[in-house]
């Protein structure tokens, strides 16, 4: 692991309501901006002992304007920062961290596919997630990833795609202006957040297969 990327601080971090879980996170995470990529581990499902989802912070897109040299000259009403929420979405199992490449968009969506799609039960909760960030009850058991772990999952990272594509520092009520940039600066605010995913899920329930909803909707 880079030497930037050593997580040297972990916290413990259990949201008050989900109705204002933008606003909570933007709060817990906005004192650590500066330091460095990934160095500080929010454990958000679960206990420091047995984690199931940490966030780590400041996530790579997170970009100081001012530094990188994209304000010359800054101003009352500048955003000196981009991306300033986001964070980097670490699973667990058991207490083990999971490695990025066991759950890709590709995989979970295949997941859903080849084993998810067909249960009505768990389509509804994926359509509580998608509206309210809350899973109300279990899940049913499924061939597959575990159902519990698959929903939190993609909480977390459709809330990372809301503050990445949707959401302004006003939408959050952050006291710090940020704007929404790719990495060569082009504006991505207002964009669909969750909802490119959640239409990728709507496409597979209706038969679909990934391969084609790959080319309808392009996730990454």
């Given at each position: 692991m880079p030497e930037e990327n050593k997580i040297d601080t972990v916290i413990e971090l259990k949201i008050k309501s989900p109705k204002n879980i933008y606003h909570e996170l933007a709060v817990a995470l906005e004192p650590y901006k500066e330091r460095p990529t990934c160095s500080v581990e929010f454990i958000v499902e679960g206990t420091k002992d047995r984690p199931t989802i940490?966030?780590?912070?400041?996530?790579?897109?997170?970009?100081n304007r001012v530094r990188a040299g994209r304000i010359k000259k800054v101003r009352a009403n500048s955003a000196e920062w981009a991306n300033l929420f986001d964070f980097l979405v670490i699973p667990?199992?058991?207490g083990k961290e999971l490695t990025?490449?066991?759950?890709?968009?590709e995989k979970i969506l295949?997941?859903?596919?080849?084993?998810?799609?067909?249960s009505e039960e768990f389509w509804e909760l994926i359509e509580e997630l998608y509206k309210h960030n809350t899973i109300s009850k279990e899940p049913p058991k499924l061939p597959g990833i575990d159902s519990k772990l698959y929903l939190l999952v993609l909480k977390w990272i459709w809330i990372q795609e809301d503050?990445?594509?949707k959401l302004g520092w006003q939408d959050v009520n952050s006291h710090i202006r940020y704007v929404l940039e790719t990495r060569t600066g082009t504006s991505t605010s207002k964009g669909a957040g969750r909802g490119k995913f959640y239409a990728a899920l709507i496409l597979l329930k209706h038969n679909f297969n990934f391969d084609v909803v790959k080319k309808i909707i392009p996730l990454y």
């Open positions: 940490g966030i780590r912070y400041p996530g790579r897109k997170a970009l667990y199992v058991s990025q490449g066991e759950f890709t968009f295949r997941d859903f596919q080849d084993n998810k799609r067909k503050f990445n594509y």
